[in-house]
């Protein structure tokens, strides 16, 4: 047995136990195994493939599924909480 196959091997176990806990817990996680989908040659960072876009297309695609898109309510960035105490009051 090659040693990138003993990887692949105990990494899907460990995905496949990982999915189990969060699903276990309320989450909705799923795992795709790209091959069985028909994705063939892909790396660790599918994102830097050069078939990106599909695996992106895949991405949203889940994202858009769970409401998670942000298409209705986008982020818009970091809300700042100023405690009026602790803030130096500008002259007036």
Known sequence: M???????RVASQRAKQFVD???RHGGDARLIILPEIGIYGNTHAPFADLNNIQIADLLEKFLKE???DGYKNP???PV???LEKYTIPLIK
Do not use: F, P
């Open 2 to 8: 090659r040693y990138s196959s003993e990887v692949w």
């Open 21 to 23: 806990a969060v699903n």
């Open 66 to 68: 769970k409401g998670l």
């Open 75 to 77: 982020y818009q960035g």
């Open 80 to 82: 700042l909480k100023v």
